[in-house]
Nanobody
């Protein structure tokens, strides 16, 4: 499975961005996908996850009510709609996929989100 993120950029506080994660390869083996982020000097943290059927989602407390995770299985793409962005949302955002075919998750290379105050 290969994961490629896109949609990051520089935006003012209060604005919105939509990140995309396009999956290719053995996507049939994916059971869940998620977004993680890592700010400079901090550990990587979970932002949101979604099951393969899209029926179950979970969010970090810091983004609840502002971010929405979704996926389009027909396009093998996951999205993260980010609204009401804050400077503390600035980070490198990574796409993650859990597969039934192996123990360790797949990771994308990340897309940078920078929120200016």
């Amino acid at each position: 499975v290969q994961l490629v993120e896109s949609g990051g950029g520089l935006i003012q506080a209060g604005g919105s961005l939509r990140l995309s994660c396009a999956a290719s390869g053995s996507t049939f083996s994916i059971v869940a996908m998620g977004w993680y982020r890592q700010a400079p000097g901090k550990q990587r943290e979970l932002v949101a996850v979604i099951t393969s059927g899209g029926g179950s989602t979970n969010y970090a407390d810091s983004v609840k009510g502002r971010f929405t995770i979704s996926r389009d299985n027909a396009k093998s793409t996951m999205y993260l709609q980010m609204d009401s962005l804050k400077p503390e949302d600035t980070a490198l955002y990574y796409c993650n996929a859990l597969s039934s075919a192996r123990r360790t998750p797949y990771w994308g290379r990340g897309t940078q989100v920078t929120v200016s105050s």
